[in-house]
């Protein structure tokens, strides 16, 4: 029951569909997946149909009650369906925001969304973290939560040299908090393959951490179709599953399972 903490902090990379495509290919083999939205943009929570504007209780009134030591709702009481009956998401909204000043000052801070999942990790065959573009409190809290880090990338040069400072993070918080983290491996996202620029960025980072970190064989294309599947409320999967993107993920999807059989 692997945590997968899907995490860059650079913005518009494909993070939240990289998480709501893989737990439907992963629903699509029978996994039974947990999905936790960890950004107040609420990307996720509306890309798997559900309005973060209605939600009574996310994973902010979970950790506001650790933090304050009041009583407070279980993981379990926030969990909300989803159409998928495999997946189940921890939902959020703007509120978690609130959260990055209130961990500043908060006990075993770095620790808390670990502390959230521990009693329904077990409950799912996957978790998948769903990261804010930061690398802030709420970033390291589910890097500390979780075994690997899968790390989107967009086939651009400054995409690119940003991902030596997140890599700088995910060996501290290993060294410091969680021995047992783990690199999944890096995706290419938003590629065209007519351009020579992305052909170059691949290129270029193959041969920097190719022997050191797992370079995902699925690449993710530049497509239309992922930025109209989060207004239907649907991962590319479901929204367009003939897609290329769609084929795409359903390699990472083998991929990633592979990985977790050996």
């Not at 692997?2 to 494909?14: E, L, T, W």
């Not at 947990?34 to 309005?51: E, F, K």
Request: charged residues 20%.
């Amino acid at each position: 029951m692997p945590v997968i903490c899907i995490a860059n902090q650079k913005g518009g990379v494909g993070k939240t569909t990289t998480a709501a495509a893989l737990a439907e290919g992963l629903s699509e083999h029978g996994k039974r997946v947990l999905l936790i939205d960890w950004d107040p943009q609420a990307c996720l929570t509306i890309t798997m149909g559900l309005n973060p504007d209605n939600i009574k209780r996310t994973g902010y009134d979970i950790l506001a009650a650790i933090i304050s030591g009041k009583k407070g709702p279980s993981v379990r009481e926030v969990i909300s369906p989803t159409s998928d009956p495999n997946i189940s998401l921890v939902p959020a909204n703007i509120e978690l925001a609130q959260a990055q000043l209130d961990l500043v000052a908060a006990a075993n801070r770095e620790s808390l969304l670990r502390e959230m999942l521990r009693d329904v990790r077990r409950s799912y065959d996957y978790v998948l973290i769903d990261c804010l573009p930061s690398l802030g409190l709420l970033t390291v809290n589910a890097l500390n939560a979780a075994d690997e880090v899968l790390i989107p990338l967009q086939a651009d040069y400054l995409a690119m040299k940003g991902l030596v400072r997140l890599l700088t993070t995910i060996i501290h918080v290993k060294e410091k908090l969680n021995p047992a983290l783990n690199i999944a491996g890096i995706l290419f996202t938003m590629t065209s393959s007519r351009t020579l620029h992305s052909k170059e960025v691949i290129e270029v980072t193959r041969r920097a951490f190719g022997d050191r970190i797992r370079i995902y064989k699925a690449i993710i294309p530049t497509s239309v179709r992922f930025k109209e599947a989060p207004a239907a409320g649907k991962s590319i999967l479901t929204y367009a599953p003939r897609s290329e993107g769609a084929s795409a993920y359903r390699l990472l999807t083998e991929e990633v399972m592979k990985n977790e059989t050996g």
